[in-house]
C-alpha cells in the first residue's frame, strides 16, 4: 500500500525521481507539500489547492489535539472527509512544539507537559497518546514522536534529546496503526555528524515505509543546515521515500534533492502571502510597496497559477493595502505553486538528465528547453 518506486535517477548527482503510494493516491517525487496545520492550508480551498497541483499536504497533531480535538475529526469520518481533501495527507507529531513552545512545556523521558496556549490548561502528551490521536484523525503518514532540540542546545544536551527520540521511537513502532496508515521515523542529532549518523542508523534499522530528517531550520545557520543534508542520505536506505522537514527555499530544496530527498514542507508559501509577499523566481517581493501602485503585469508572466492568470500586481497591491483577505488568498496560491512549479521541473530535469547541484531554472539558460 506505501511502496516507494524509484522511476529515474540522475547521472550527475544522487537526485531522483519517484512515486510513493499511498491509500488515497500517488505523491509523484521530489515533491514540495503545503501545510496545513489546522486542518486548512491558510486561506485556500480544497478545490483551489488541489489546482496548484499539490498531491500532499500536512496538518498537526499537536493543534488539531487542542481544536476542535480528534474526536470530533474521527465523527467527522476522519481529517480528509473533515477537510474535504481527498489526496494523502501527513500529520507532523507534535515534536516541533515540543521546540517551537519550549517555554510551555517540560520534557521527561516520559512525555510532554505542556501549558494550553489556548487556555492555559495542562496536556500531557507521550508516544503512546500522539499514536492514538493520529489514529483518530486518519492521516494517511504518521510522524513519530520526536524531541526536536534548539540550535543553541550543546552536545550532551542533542545528545539527551536524540536517545530520548529513539526511545520515543521504539515506544511508536509498538503502537499499532490503522491498517491504512504508515508511520515515519525521524533522524535528529542537530549540528553533530556522529549524532546524526547514530539517529539515521537507528530509524533505519526498523524498516518503516519512509524516514524523515528533522531538527533543521530551527536557528542554525545556513551553513550548518547545508551540512546536514548533505551528510544524513549517506546513512539512509535508498528505496525509502526521504522527508526533509520545515525547508522551503529553492536553493535549499534543490541542494536537497541532488543529495537523494524526495520530500519537503514549509509555512513560508503562505505565511509571506499574509503579508503580502510573493515569490518571483528566487526573490520575494513585498507587494506593499509603491512600485506595484501602477504595475499591470501579473506576478510572474510565465506562472499559470489562477492568481497569475488574472490578477495584475497593481491589484493585489490594492488588496494588501486594504489588508483585504483576498489578497493573502491570491498571493498564497501564487506563492504555493511557484515552489510546485519548482518541484515538478526538477523532476522533469531529473528525467531528461540535465539537473545538476547548481539547478537553477530561475535563470533560464540552466534549462533552456524546459518550462519554469
Not at 512544539?97 to 520534557?107: C, D, E, G, H, T
Not at 542537530?190 to 528533522?214: N, T
Request: hydrophobic fraction near 35%; aromatic fraction near 10%; glycine fraction near 6%.
Amino acid at each position: 500500500m506505501f511502496n516507494f518506486e524509484i522511476t529515474a535517477f540522475c547521472n550527475n548527482t544522487s537526485a531522483r525521481t519517484g512515486i510513493f503510494e499511498t491509500p488515497h493516491g500517488s505523491v509523484q517525487t521530489p515533491r514540495f507539500m503545503p501545510v496545513g496545520t489546522l486542518g486548512t492550508v491558510k486561506g485556500i480551498t480544497s478545490r483551489q489547492l488541489e489546482e496548484t497541483t499539490a498531491s500532499m499536504i500536512l496538518s498537526n497533531t499537536f493543534h488539531l489535539h487542542l481544536q476542535p480535538g480528534e474526536n470530533i475529526v474521527k465523527q467527522s469520518g476522519g481529517i480528509h472527509k473533515f477537510m474535504n481533501w481527498n489526496k494523502p495527507i501527513l500529520t507532523d507529531s507534535g515534536g516541533y512544539q515540543v521546540f517551537s513552545l519550549a517555554s510551555l512545556n517540560k520534557i521527561s523521558d516520559s512525555g510532554v507537559e505542556f501549558k494550553n496556549p489556548r487556555d492555559g490548561s495542562l496536556i500531557f502528551l507521550d508516544p503512546e497518546k500522539v499514536m492514538d490521536i493520529q489514529i483518530d484523525l486518519g492521516s494517511d503518514i504518521v510522524m513519530a514522536f520526536d524531541h526536536c532540540p534548539p540550535s543553541t542546545a550543546n552536545e550532551n544536551e542533542i545528545e539527551t534529546s536524540l536517545n530520548r527520540t529513539n526511545l520515543w521511537l521504539e515506544r511508536c513502532v509498538n503502537k499499532k496503526l490503522n491498517s491504512n496508515q504508515a508511520l515515519f521515523g525521524i533522524v535528529q542529532g542537530g549540528k553533530y555528524p556522529h549524532l546524526r549518523e547514530i539517529s539515521a542508523k537507528f530509524v533505519s534499522s526498523f524498516d518503516l515505509p519512509g524516514i524523515a530528517v528533522g531538527g533543521v531550520s530551527v536557528g542554525e545557520s545556513i551553513d550548518l543546515i547545508h551540512d546536514v543534508i548533505k551528510f544524513v542520505p549517506t546513512f539512509l536506505p535508498v528505496n525509502k521515500p526521504r522527508y526533509l522537514m520545515g525547508i522551503g527555499s529553492l536553493s535549499e530544496i534543490a541542494l536537497a534533492v541532488s543529495k537523494g530527498f524526495d520530500l519537503f514542507d514549509c509555512v513560508i508559501p503562505t505565511r509571506l502571502g499574509r503579508h503580502g509577499t510573493a515569490f518571483y523566481n528566487d526573490e520575494r517581493w513585498n507587494l506593499r510597496n509603491a512600485r506595484f501602485r501602477n504595475d499591470f503585469d501579473p506576478i510572474d508572466k510565465t506562472c499559470s497559477c489562477e492568481t497569475c492568470k488574472h490578477y495584475s500586481r497593481a491589484y493585489l497591491h490594492h488588496l494588501i493595502k486594504n489588508d483585504e483577505l483576498l489578497g493573502l488568498t491570491l498571493i498564497s496560491l501564487h506563492n504555493i505553486s511557484h515552489l510546485l512549479r519548482f518541484t515538478n521541473s526538477i523532476s522533469q530535469a531529473i528525467k531528461d538528465n540535465c539537473f545538476t547541484i547548481d539547478f537553477a531554472p530561475w535563470k533560464r539558460s540552466s534549462i533552456a528547453h524546459h518550462t519554469w
